[in-house]
């Protein structure tokens, strides 16, 4: 079974531009989550899906940040227009239904976003 | 806020069992003690998880404490390719409400030594 996978693993852009990330989830987890490291911070949550609609986006930082997940499969994170401090590492998680009382969550690998 | 207290480093030499202690004082009935662990740059990695029962898989043992303020993940034969940042995380379970993410401490940076 594949696991998550996120494109691409790297990204440097200039300031003032436009990034797209990409996450594959899990086929058939219909959770979907983005959390976020940036330099010497722990690793913070941003959004998550159930299937194609944003069940808690409390963690996005600002509107420069747009979430998709249309059709309920893979998700995309935009990033417009990209500021120094987006720099960092982006990770996408998907889980299934709540089994056993609780859902567990599985990683990609991460996008590393670099911002110059 | 992370709601774990980890200490911050542990050593371990290759063979032997590492024992991770977490302090979860405040955890409420229906939160569940989840350990990730990361290694390098990769993602977060998935270990295990409990409620109040001792668990194992084919990665490690959990511990839980009776009154459920602290565990311990225990890997009974540490190799050089567990070194790793280990996370003790608690969150609530039976729910996809919002507040249900995963929340990240700092964790303990596991150097397994030869």
């Known amino acids: 079974e594949a696991g998550v996978t996120q494109f691409p693993s790297h990204s440097v852009i200039e300031k003032g531009q436009t990034v797209t990330l990409r996450c594959d989830p899990i086929?058939?987890?219909?959770?979907l989550y983005w959390y976020r490291r940036v330099m010497g911070k722990e690793i913070k949550f941003l959004l998550h899906?159930?299937?194609?609609?944003?069940?808690?986006e409390s963690g996005m930082p600002n509107n420069r940040f747009l979430a998709e997940r249309t059709g309920g499969t893979y998700s995309t994170l935009k990033v417009q227009p990209a500021e120094l401090e987006d720099s960092g590492v982006y990770f996408c998680?998907?889980?299934?239904?709540?089994?056993?009382?609780?859902?567990?969550?599985?990683f990609g690998p991460g996008t590393r976003l670099t911002v110059l | 806020d992370a709601k774990t207290t980890q200490p911050p480093s542990m050593d371990c030499a290759e063979g032997r069992a590492a024992n991770l202690p977490c302090n979860h004082s405040t955890i409420s009935g229906n939160e569940y003690v989840y350990w990730y662990r990361q290694i390098h740059s990769q993602g977060p990695q998935y270990i295990i998880h409990?409620?109040?029962n001792n668990e194992t898989n084919e990665m490690a043992s959990l511990i839980i404490t009776e009154d459920r303020k602290s565990s311990t993940l225990i890997l009974p034969h540490a190799t050089l390719r567990d070194t790793a940042v280990y996370y003790c995380i608690v969150r609530v379970g039976g729910t996809f409400n919002a507040g249900n993410m995963l929340t990240f401490g700092g964790g303990t940076r596991l150097m397994v030594k030869p």
């Open positions: 409990g409620l109040k």
């Open positions: 998680a998907s889980s299934q239904d709540i089994q056993r009382g609780t859902d567990t969550q599985y």
């Open positions: 899906f159930v299937k194609e609609s944003k069940q808690d």
């Open positions: 086929s058939g987890h219909d959770n």
